[in-house]
Nanobody
Framework: QVQLVEAGGGLVQAGDSLTLSCVGS????????MAWFRQAPGSEREFVAR????????EYADAVKGRFTIARDDNKNAVSLEMTSLKPEDTAIYYC???????????????WGQGTQVTVSS
């Protein structure tokens, strides 16, 4: 069982940077694959980035590749999402997710945080 709490969202201008954090409670956090998803109003939840347990292999959505960086600190039970060169289309609620298995689709991830709002003004 893992409980996830996100923080770091806010209102920024286009071109700014923002770093989101997600802290997990529970045992064996280091054994979980971690990911960030986002959901804009009227849209489905979409994949942003993921990081595997162990060697920490990362994967990004094309829309954020080169601008966002996901990282994990298993000693702190934490995963972060550094976002740079933000665009208005990055506006969404950002969610942290965790799963023991290497799942892909949003509906397959087992544990979710409550989300944090990111708003990028033009």
């Amino acid at each position: 069982q893992v409980q996830l709490v996100e923080a770091g969202g806010g209102l920024v201008q286009a071109g700014d940077s923002l770093t989101l954090s997600c802290v997990g409670s529970g045992r064996n956090f280091r054994n979980y694959h971690m990911a960030w998803f986002r959901q804009a109003p009227g849209s489905e939840r979409e994949f942003v980035a993921r990081i595997a347990w162990g060697e920490g292999r990362t994967e990004y959505a094309d829309a954020v590749k080169g601008r966002f960086t996901i990282a994990r600190d298993d000693n702190k039970n934490a995963v972060s999402l550094e976002m740079t060169s933000l665009k208005p289309e990055d506006t969404a609620i950002y969610y942290c997710a965790a799963d023991l298995y290497n799942v892909v689709r949003a509906e397959d991830w087992t544990y979710w945080g409550q989300g944090t709002q990111v708003t990028v003004s033009s």
